[in-house]
């Protein structure tokens, strides 16, 4: 996507280690920032979102967190499982309000 | 059956023809958006529309046209194909979009698995 940085690209991890997902942007036109999960063969899927009134946000292993002044928020799993090996997309805002564009994705791979 | 659905989910067809993928979602969200997701390269935006008879070009148009005359159906043209354009393609929806103050999720449809030969 258009000034859309994330990072690392792969990332693999033992079951029941924790991991992070980076993504970092331009434009700061919007308040919501959302991540995406897309496992092998399937359409991605919401799996949290943040709005920039916030600057954290909890659902069971998954956490959001958001630094609107370094413009970048992150992805945190903790207590990995297999079924967490998936894509992960970040979808900040950039480019323009009317657009949905994606950070390149990171693979994640979690070994048993 | 209410959602976003894409039309055909598998696709061959030959270098030169013309091929429209159908996308069609019942939530009446304004915003509607056609991704291509070859490996390595994430998804590209190829078009949106903010409604019906809005259309923008994305990142990668070049080849494709599309229409929006009714709220639900966002079809997705390729005028010539070509084997570059050989890829997953993904329609999505969404009620606001991201890059609004209050934007919201975007749906995805299944994705259309075309290759071009």
């Known amino acids: 996507g258009e000034n859309v940085e994330q990072h690392p690209s792969t990332l693999s991890v033992q079951e029941g280690d924790s991991a992070v997902i980076k993504c970092t942007y331009s434009?700061?036109?919007?308040?919501?920032f959302p991540w995406y999960k897309q496992e092998l063969g399937k359409r991605p899927q919401l799996i949290i979102d943040?709005?920039?009134?916030?600057g954290e946000k909890k659902d069971q292993r998954i956490a959001v967190t958001l630094n609107k002044t370094a413009k970048h928020f992150s992805l945190h799993i903790t207590e990995t499982q297999p079924e967490d090996s998936a894509v992960y997309f970040c979808?900040?805002?950039?480019?323009?309000?009317?657009?949905?564009?994606f950070g390149t994705g990171t693979k994640l791979q979690v070994i048993p | 059956d209410a959602g976003i659905t894409q039309s055909p989910r598998y696709k061959i067809t030959e270098t030169g023809r013309q091929v429209t993928l159908m996308c069609h979602q019942t939530w009446s969200h304004s915003y509607m958006f056609w991704y291509r997701q070859d490996l390595g390269h994430g998804l590209r935006l190829i078009y949106y529309s903010a409604a019906a008879d809005i259309t923008d070009k994305g990142e990668v148009p070049d080849g494709y046209v599309v229409s929006r005359s009714k709220t639900e159906n966002f079809p997705l043209t390729l005028e010539s194909a070509t084997r570059s354009q050989t890829s997953v393609y993904f329609c999505?929806?969404?009620?606001?979009?991201?890059?609004?103050?209050?934007?919201?999720?975007?749906?995805f449809g299944q994705g259309t698995r075309l290759t071009v030969v």
């Open positions: 999505a929806s969404s009620e606001i979009s991201t890059g609004h103050k209050g934007g919201t999720e975007a749906f």
């Open positions: 979808a900040p805002p950039s480019g323009g309000y009317q657009k949905v564009t």
């Open positions: 434009d700061s036109a919007s308040n919501y």
């Open positions: 943040i709005r920039s009134n916030v």
